[in-house]
């Protein structure tokens, strides 16, 4: 008998010893993002808007540490294609970088995570550095066509844009009220594309995200303000636009993708934002 309670206590120590080896120790990385204790399991699909792109990649590589057992996947459609994709259920989060339209209203639910400025952008070796609001809306509608006519040299201008249903373009035409009047001289499918052919044509001019801003391509002062951060925050900028997140509003959203949407918008993530270049803008 003496041997039977022997050998139980040997295997009841054992176990604890076990279990104690076992036990993760909790980080001493005071910075280091700890785990959801809700244990979340579950996939989100995003769509939408290109120019959201550094924003959701910041996003989804911050949350992933917080919700590991959550999936969020983006897919970059462009503005119109995301809204769709919401409106349908195909997706659970529209990305658009334009305002909803009141019949998209009739369906989706707005939810502004951010304000981005658009910067006019043009080839490094163009002299001109400023343009006002209405010297760029001649421009698109092709009322201006050389930029002797702006202060620059003698050089034919190629106005280059997204195509249509693009949310950045819905924006710039909005803000610059050249809707339907633009003169395209090429339409292009994605903000990278826009920024290549405007490095490599001189006498080009385009529109991209501020955060899409790279070394091959120099923005010009809009009214004499620039495009950055600091005046996109401060309203001085002209040319500005919301980064949306578009749910539908008659069906809630699965744990999974509420839990998305709740970090999305949790102040204590702005940095997130303000690392992608762009202006947190919760709450409005």
């Keep these: 008998m003496k041997k039977l309670l022997a ?19 909790p980080s001493s990385d005071p910075g280091a993002q700890t785990p959801s204790q809700t244990a979340l399991q579950g996939k989100v699909s995003t769509n939408g808007s290109t120019s959201v792109e550094k924003v959701m990649g910041a996003l989804i590589e911050s949350f992933r540490e917080v919700e590991p057992g959550i999936t969020v996947t983006y897919d970059p459609t462009g503005s119109g294609a995301g809204l769709e994709a919401a409106s349908n259920g195909t997706a659970d989060i529209g990305l658009s970088s334009r305002g909803l339209k009141d019949s998209e209203k009739e369906n989706l639910t707005e939810i502004v995570v951010a304000r981005d400025g658009i910067a006019v952008v043009v080839h490094p070796d163009n002299p001109v550095e400023n343009l006002t609001v209405e010297e760029i809306a001649s421009i698109a509608k092709g009322e201006i066509t050389d930029w002797a006519q702006v202060g620059g040299g003698q050089e034919k201008i190629a106005f280059i844009g997204r195509e249509a249903g693009s949310g950045t373009r819905g924006a710039f035409e909005e803000l610059t009220e050249t809707t339907d009047q633009c003169q395209y001289t090429q339409e292009l499918t994605s903000t990278g594309a826009v920024i290549a052919a405007v490095s490599t044509t001189p006498g080009a001019i385009g529109y991209v995200s501020l955060s899409a801003v790279e070394d091959g ?4 002062q809009v009214g004499g303000v620039p495009c950055s951060e600091e005046t996109v925050l401060d309203g001085s900028y002209p040319i500005q636009r919301p980064f949306v997140f578009a749910v539908k509003t008659d069906e809630p959203l699965s744990e999974a993708a509420q839990a998305f949407v709740d970090f999305a918008t949790d102040p204590a993530n702005g940095e997130l934002y303000a690392a992608a270049g762009v202006v947190p803008a919760f709450g409005e």
């Design 7 to 25: 050998l139980a206590l040997s295997m009841t120590l054992t176990a604890g010893v076990l279990t104690a080896c076992g036990k993760e120790e």
């Design 217 to 220: 391509v120099r923005s010009v």
